[in-house]
């Protein structure tokens, strides 16, 4: 294991890691740290805790739409789940900027 330091959000962190996955998780941080970038400039979304937790979940919706992209069972109802999933998070995000 190798110790890395990264900085996701402007925050420094050490993490862990497998020396043979080092360039995958610098790649992970990259890709992340984008994501929240792209959200942040977008200022729908406010709190830092808001903008990683949408940025994880974008990300990770896209990857089980990758996963999923051969098998057509169950894409309909995940895909249902994950509309539903945002409809949440929106109606959350609108009261909490009627808050502000």
Do not use: W, Y
């Not at 400039?41 to 940025?55: E, F």
């Not at 979940?57 to 990758?66: K, R, S």
């Not at 895909?79 to 409809?87: D, F, L, P, T």
């Amino acid at each position: 294991m190798k110790n890395l330091d990264i900085t996701i959000m402007g925050r420094d962190f050490r993490i862990a890691c497998p020396e043979q996955e080092e360039t995958s998780l610098m790649m992970a941080v990259e890709l992340l740290d984008d994501r929240i970038e792209q959200i942040k400039s977008a200022g729908k979304v406010v709190g830092a805790d808001r903008i990683a937790i949408m940025a994880a979940l974008n990300i990770t919706h896209e990857m089980l739409n990758l996963k999923m992209a051969n098998s057509d069972v169950g894409m309909a109802e995940f895909r249902q789940r994950i509309q539903h999933m945002q409809e949440i998070i929106d109606q959350a995000m609108l009261e909490q900027n009627r808050l502000f």
